[in-house]
């Protein structure tokens, strides 16, 4: 591994392993929600069925995660995982549009979500096995490219598919479900034959070197106080990737497709900033980067609040997409940067720990909230402040930047 150099195409092919898993999770959160509207009334009720899967993740990613460090196989730490669990995922992702009863559908999403969080941590974990500490951000920009790819296929190609369906048979559905579980099996072809883990995946563990054993206490608050950001501005966003869809219909009356397209437009612009906010972090400090995308997001959503408009609503998605590109490709490496190189799945755990967590509570709070309020309007003004408490937490943070390096691409 050539310290200097970013190898971008060894990075471009683990990045499929998230490309599976964000438009997975993309078609889930977008067309769930209307699934079960189908079956249940309460916004409340259907956002704590939408946290399930962030309770697995809460729970068992951590698990995981510390489980695939420890893990010593001819296939790597990582890969076993993948190679179980993403099968199963496509499997019963294809099951989810055909479910005739509540206690059915209930069944296939509990077995589809417990399932990702099994290979989740693992696969995440390939970016830092494989990159040097200070050009993982630049990685992380790569890889999050393929997660964005992986989103604008998910709403984009989601929505057209849903409503060509809808128009032949009356029930939109079974299209977009199918199609992303051909994609996540495309997905684990390309792991399977084209990445190799290090050497050293599959050593004893003696091999491993410069392990942190404990961290000092100015790193723990700002390890701590990192994950609280993580916390709070996944709070705003999974509340607009969750209700997006019946922010739309109900309130700027679009129909399940086009509000499914016009979510593809926030998932394109963070695609195509994805690489140069890699780049943008390790230039001028992955925390500046993140306060400048968490600023921005306030900023454009902040309209919104009072104004529903679609083409202003496009506008601001548009926009707030690089933002966020800014926001998300930069925190991970943060994390990683306070583990050592022995506990990468292990602080990966807690990354998707805390932003699991987030998506637990944040469903449930803004449906609650919603339910009070009786309308949809204050979606974005509950990501603003959520956007808000995320920035008080990050001023405050003084750890979780590399020494910078002379980067070449590869």
């Known amino acids: 591994m050539n310290e200097n150099k970013l190898n971008i195409k060894v990075t471009l092919l683990l990045s499929f392993g998230f490309f599976a898993s964000s438009i997975a999770w993309s078609v889930y959160n977008s067309f769930v929600p209307k699934i079960l509207e189908g079956f249940i009334a309460s916004t409340t009720l259907i956002g704590l069925i939408m946290t399930i899967d962030n309770i697995f993740g809460v729970v068992f990613q951590p698990l995981l995660g510390k489980m695939s460090d420890k893990t010593r196989t001819r296939f790597g730490r990582r890969m076993p995982y993948i190679f179980i669990g993403l099968p199963i995922c496509a499997a019963a992702f294809t099951m989810i549009p055909y479910m005739s009863s509540l206690w059915s559908l209930m069944l296939v999403l509990i077995i589809f979500t417990f399932v990702m ?22 990685a992380n920009g790569i890889v999050n490219l393929m997660g964005g790819v992986g989103a604008v296929i998910a709403f984009l190609f989601g929505g057209i598919l849903f409503n060509y369906w809808l128009s032949r048979t009356g029930n939109g559905f079974p299209l977009p479900f199918m199609m992303t579980s051909v994609m996540m099996i495309l997905a684990l072809a390309v792991l399977a034959f084209f990445v190799r883990e290090p050497k050293n995946a599959y050593e004893p563990d003696d091999t491993v070197k410069s392990e942190k054993v404990k961290l000092e206490k100015n790193e723990m608050k700002s390890l701590i ?73 306030i900023i454009l959503f902040f309209p919104m609040i009072f104004i529903a408009n679609v083409w202003l609503t496009r506008s601001c998605l548009f926009l707030g997409g690089f933002c966020w590109a800014m926001v998300n490709v930069n925190s991970l490496p943060m994390v990683v940067r306070l583990s050592g190189e022995g506990k990468i799945g292990t602080f990966i755990g807690y990354y998707y720990s805390f932003s699991f967590s987030s998506q637990i509570v944040s469903p449930i709070l803004f449906g609650f909230i919603r339910d009070l309020v009786g309308h949809y309007k204050v979606l974005f003004l509950y990501a603003c402040i959520a956007f808000a408490l995320a920035m008080t937490c990050l001023f405050f943070v003084r750890h979780g930047e590399d020494e910078p390096l002379k980067v070449k691409a590869a």
């Open 225 to 297: 106080l990192i994950l609280a950001g993580i916390f709070f501005w996944f709070a705003g966003y999974n509340a607009i990737e969750t209700f997006f869809t019946l922010y739309a219909t109900n309130t700027l009356n679009m129909t399940t497709g086009d509000a499914s397209i016009t979510l593809a437009i926030f998932s394109l612009t963070f695609l195509v900033f994805a690489i140069p906010a890699g780049f943008i972090g390790a230039r001028i400090g992955r925390r500046t980067a993140i306060l400048i995308g968490l600023s921005g997001l």
């Open 117 to 138: 969080s099994v290979w989740r941590s693992p696969v995440i974990a390939l970016m830092p096995d494989l990159t040097p500490g200070a050009l993982r951000s630049q």
